[in-house]
């Protein structure tokens, strides 16, 4: 009985994503500065970030949007620029591993993609919290 279940969890254990050592660091830092602001902060939050990511906000062009209106509801479906009609790949790492591994490239969107949403740009307990919600962290 041990061993079925050893080999049930084992498979799920190795398909676990580890983050790249380089958004570790980003992580880390991100926390550094959120402990900073806030001496009570512990850690991320992936429930804070579902709803940083889900809700609705007058964004920078004076419309309601979300993170959901380009990159829907379902993190591991295609997405779809709003504004430009491109077409979006998936932004969770399960359904496309380049997605959440270059620290330039998610630095450059979460700010770019605050900007549209919320018309300013995130703080550092804000984007931790939505890279959980996205990297599917508990
Ligand atoms: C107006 C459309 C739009 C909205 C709204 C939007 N995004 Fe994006 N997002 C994009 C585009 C375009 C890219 C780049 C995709 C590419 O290069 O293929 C992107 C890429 C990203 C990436 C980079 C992932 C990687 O490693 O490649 C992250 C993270 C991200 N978005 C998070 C968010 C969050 C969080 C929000 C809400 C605050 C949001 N996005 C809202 C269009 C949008």
Redesign the pocket.
Known sequence: MNKILFFIILPLFLMSKQLSPQMQSYINSLKAEAKSKDSNFVDFSAKRGKE??TSTHI?KRGKP???T???TNDLRQK?K????G?I??P?SPYANP?????VK??KK??K???K???NRV?TAQEKGD??YY?IEKK
């Open positions: 940083i990511f964004g949007i979300s993170c209106s380009c990159h997405g620029n709003i504004h430009t491109k979006l790949k932004l380049k997605s959440m591994v270059k490239r998610v969107w979460l770019r993609n605050f549209d949403v919320y995130g939505v890279v996205i």
